[in-house]
């Protein structure tokens, strides 16, 4: 099975930085879009930033220009930079992946998503 995991989470004071990644494991022929979500208490998983094979990224209003997406496609990684961090962006930080998976002789495409990993900023 194809699975992906977070790291790079944890406690940061308000105006500084964090660097998230997460690495993919399987039988990888190929990664499509490979994305960050993030979910805080009581409100929906909202996209936080995106980038697709070709490296077409996309990011939400509220953290263009702090975060950063990109891919290592060698190592089926993907990292989010994120730099002057608000109190805002405490949440839980989830990778997903459209990882394309030899199974046998045949390939299937997986929505993956990993476990997540806790982003608390103090104010």
């Known amino acids: 099975q194809v699975q992906v995991v977070e790291s790079g989470g944890g406690l940061v004071q308000a105006g500084g930085s964090l660097r998230l990644s997460c690495v993919a494991s399987?039988?990888?022929?190929?990664?499509?879009?490979m994305a960050w979500y993030r979910q805080a208490p009581g409100k929906e998983r909202e996209l936080v930033a995106s980038i697709s094979r070709a490296s077409v990224t996309n990011y939400a209003d509220s953290v263009q220009d702090r975060f950063t997406i990109s891919r290592d496609d060698p190592k089926h990684t993907v990292h989010l930079q994120m730099n002057s961090l608000k109190p805002e962006d405490t949440a839980v930080y989830y990778c997903?992946?459209?990882?394309?998976?030899?199974?046998?002789?045949?390939?299937?495409?997986?929505?993956?998503w990993g476990q997540g990993t806790q982003v608390t900023v103090s104010s």
């Open positions: 399987g039988i990888i022929d190929s990664i499509n879009t």
């Open positions: 997903n992946a459209h990882i394309n998976a030899r199974q046998g002789v045949s390939v299937m495409t997986f929505d993956t």
